[in-house]
């Protein structure tokens, strides 16, 4: 009976997985055809004048965009098909998240969010600097949707002295979490968004785990949420 329930689960998180990605892909993918029938009828009509020639551009850049759009989606589950091996170096953590911050300010800008950054002194964590500055870019990416109608994140680093912990906390105004929807956000799979893929924070998961680490959820309705990251510090080095 139990093989079977796990049968099923796994079925029905392939048909979920199955329908995100046609609904994702779909939407560009109906652009692209859309716009390329477009060019070819056009320039089957001769020599195109200036305007034609641009409008043509345009459309292009149309094409060009989409397929971007479709590359991404697939570079995204290919990151959470593949537990790609950590390369393991002595990591400054508020180097990891000045970059976070610099790769996603321009949307935060663009959607009218307040971004605060308040780095504490914290000593180094041995980390796979790419997938920690992901995970990193994934919790800010939900920060930034869940706010659309404006709000602030506050990103902040300190060290947690009696664990021995370096702490990552990333607050917003948003309008947090329902408690029934809490023990899913982990989930493969699991959104709330309508174009969402349910990718995020299992990515966010499987990254602190390989890297021994904890996150923690607080989220209050009508608040906003926090999500802390926790990561081992590396044994402080002796001083001369
Ligand atoms: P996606 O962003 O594609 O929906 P995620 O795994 O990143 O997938 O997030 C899963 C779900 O967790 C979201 O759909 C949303 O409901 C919830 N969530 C995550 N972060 C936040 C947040 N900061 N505020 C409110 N809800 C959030
Ligand atoms: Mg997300």
């Known amino acids: 009976a139990q093989a079977q329930l796990i049968q099923s689960e796994k079925l029905s998180s392939l048909g979920r997985l199955s329908a995100s990605i046609a609904h994702e ?16 009828r056009t320039l089957e009509q001769g020599p195109p004048n200036d305007a034609t020639r641009r409008s043509c551009i345009k459309n292009l850049a149309l094409v060009q965009r989409e397929t971007e759009r479709c590359s991404a989606i697939v570079r995204n589950l290919l990151d959470f098909a593949r537990e790609r091996p950590l390369a393991l170096k002595e990591v400054d953590v508020n180097k990891a998240v000045e970059e976070c911050v610099q790769l996603l300010g321009h949307q935060f800008m663009l959607s009218g969010m307040e971004l605060a950054v308040e780095l504490g002194p914290v000593p180094m964590v041995e980390a796979d600097f790419g997938q920690l500055r992901q995970a990193f870019v994934n919790v ?3 920060a ?3 706010m659309a109608r404006g709000g602030k994140l ?3 680093t300190q060290l947690l002295e009696q664990a021995h912990q370096v702490e990552v906390s990333f607050c917003d105004t948003g309008p ?3 408690p029934e929807h809490l023990a899913k956000i982990f989930d493969p799979f699991f959104t709330t968004k309508e174009s969402g893929t349910g990718l995020g ?3 966010v998961y499987g990254i602190v785990q390989r890297h021994h680490g904890h996150v923690e959820v607080k989220s209050d309705l009508g608040k906003g949420t926090c999500i802390h990251i926790r990561l081992p510090a590396m044994e402080a080095r002796k001083e001369a």
């Open 25 to 40: 892909i779909n939407n560009p993918l109906a652009g692209i055809l859309t716009f390329s029938k477009l060019l070819i």
């Open 140 to 142: 800010s990416m939900n």
């Open 144 to 146: 930034c949707e869940a």
């Open 154 to 156: 506050v990103v902040r």
């Open 176 to 178: 947090g979490i329902r």
């Open 201 to 203: 924070l299992s990515v």
